[in-house]
């Protein structure tokens, strides 16, 4: 017998009875909310294009290395799943087969953020009822694929169902943003913008980054073997995602969040140093950090706001990435400074009050320490919301628990899901608003905290803040 799948209406409320009935009351004013996604990795051909996601296993699995990695971490081979090999060779084409090994492993999930996705997605987009086990792979699987058929299951046809305002995708200066000039073209009602990643032409060590410079003085007739050149094509392209994909933000995925100040002369000498291909990783530290404070300077003059997402030690295992390439789950989070490295930055551009950067963290010892205490400080600086490994009920909690105190709501930006799983941001946003509206409700119920005010808080939260911080 398969086990039913239910949601329960007070998942993710206090168990406490006060403070979940003030929870419930102050939920139930924000639930029906947009949806604001400010920052994530869909893929905007869904929406230019707006083909019928082909299975379930192309939809669920083989793009989400939340899902996958996982498996792997069980000795799943990914291969086996039918994640792209990066040399092209041959991996699991039987899709029927790779959503069986999912079913069969459903158990791994258990406590995880990607079972309350996975579930939230099974439950309320597909309407099924029962826990996915090996028992009922096939029938699952076959329900899911005849709804991907239908053309209310369609990429713009869920958008408009999901109650998406406007949802950012997120692409290097190099894309010439073909699927962001289809979709405004369309006169689909849909909002789809994009956001400017530089990476690829500023991080010494990123893969081909001295084509990658070459290719981005092409495409903007600019010098980029020069200083000055380099950094005109960079604002070029930030013009070019504003007039043609409605941006709004920049993102800068740095393996720290080390900033540098230098001099005009030093930087054209470090620029000349990194562009000849050989950068030491002192070298390559230096520019990255130095580029950070370059683009607070750009940011000023065209009013992005700014992301810094640094923690992340990427592609730890050479195995996967060898095989797989980038973005395979085998990213790990690291201890990260803040103070000293964010100075050379703040000295300059942090009392800048038209400014914007919101500071990501994949170290949560950084919260009350670092973080909050910037934060609630700088004008320029905001927080940005649990991340990645810790966007789940616990890291939503310790966010505002340690956080608030110091830096206050105010300070914060809401909430983004910062994902590649398209039907995974309506269940990633009602956890944040559960937990955000039991972390509400138990200052409600601990009188520290008016139901008048909670409730403001509640709209802010969930609405309000994003748009502001993120200019949409």
């Not at 028992?135 to 329900?143: E, F, H, R, T």
Request: hydrophobic residues 40%.
């Amino acid at each position: 017998m398969t086990a039913p799948l239910t949601l329960h209406p007070d998942r993710l409320f206090p168990a406490e009875p006060a403070a979940r009935d003030a929870a419930r009351a102050i939920y139930k004013t924000i639930a029906g909310l947009p949806i604001v996604s400010p920052h994530g990795h869909t893929n905007p051909a869904w929406f230019a294009d707006d083909e019928p996601f082909p299975d379930p296993a192309s939809l669920f699995i083989v793009p989400d290395h939340y899902v996958f990695r996982m498996l792997y971490s069980q000795g799943i081979a990914i291969e086996g799943l039918g994640v792209p090999r990066a040399d092209g060779g041959a991996t699991e084409s039987d899709k029927r087969k790779i959503w069986r090994q999912l079913a069969e492993n459903f158990h791994l999930f258990r406590g995880t953020p990607s079972r309350m996705w996975l579930t939230h997605a099974f439950h309320e987009v597909f309407g099924i009822r029962e826990r996915l086990d090996a028992s009922n792979a096939d029938k699952i699987y076959d329900q899911i694929s005849e709804c991907l058929q239908r053309p209310d299951f369609r990429p713009r046809a869920l958008y408009e169902r999901f109650n998406i305002e406007v949802m950012s995708t997120t692409e290097s200066p190099l894309d010439d943003l073909r699927h962001h000039k289809k979709i405004k073209a369309s006169g689909w009602k849909g909002r789809v913008v994009t956001a400017y990643r530089p990476d690829p032409v500023v991080d010494p060590n990123f893969t081909n980054f001295v084509g990658n410079v070459a290719e981005l003085g092409k495409i903007t007739g600019k010098d980029t073997k020069t200083w000055k050149g380099y950094l005109e094509a960079l604002f070029d392209r930030r013009r070019y995602f504003i007039e043609n994909g409605g941006c709004t933000s920049t993102d800068h995925g740095h393996p720290t969040a080390f900033t540098a100040d230098l001099p005009k002369a030093e930087a054209e000498a470090l620029f000349a140093k990194v562009i000849k291909g050989n950068a030491s990783a002192a070298d390559a530290e230096l520019f990255r950090g130095q580029m950070l404070t370059e683009m607070a300077r750009m940011s000023l003059e065209d009013g992005l706001t700014m992301q810094i997402h640094p923690g992340a030690y990427r592609d730890y295992n050479p195995t996967v990435f060898k095989m797989f390439g980038k973005d395979k789950g085998c990213d790990i989070p690291m201890q990260t400074d803040y103070v000293h490295a964010l100075k050379p930055l703040l000295d300059r551009f942090g009392n800048e009050r038209k400014l914007t950067i919101i500071l990501f963290t994949l170290d949560e010892t950084s919260y009350s320490r670092e973080l909050a205490p910037l934060a609630g400080h700088f004008p320029a600086l905001k927080l940005g919301p649990s991340w990645w490994f810790h966007d789940s009920p616990e890291g939503m909690r310790r966010f505002r628990e340690q956080v608030t105190e110091t830096a206050g709501f105010y300070n914060t930006v809401g909430f983004n899901d910062d994902t590649r799983a398209f039907l995974s941001i309506p269940a990633r946003h009602d956890v944040a608003r559960r937990i955000d509206c039991g972390f509400l409700g138990r200052l409600v119920a601990e009188h520290r905290l008016d139901m008048d005010e909670a409730l403001e808080v509640a709209q802010d939260l969930t609405y309000r803040l994003v748009k502001a911080a993120y200019k949409l």
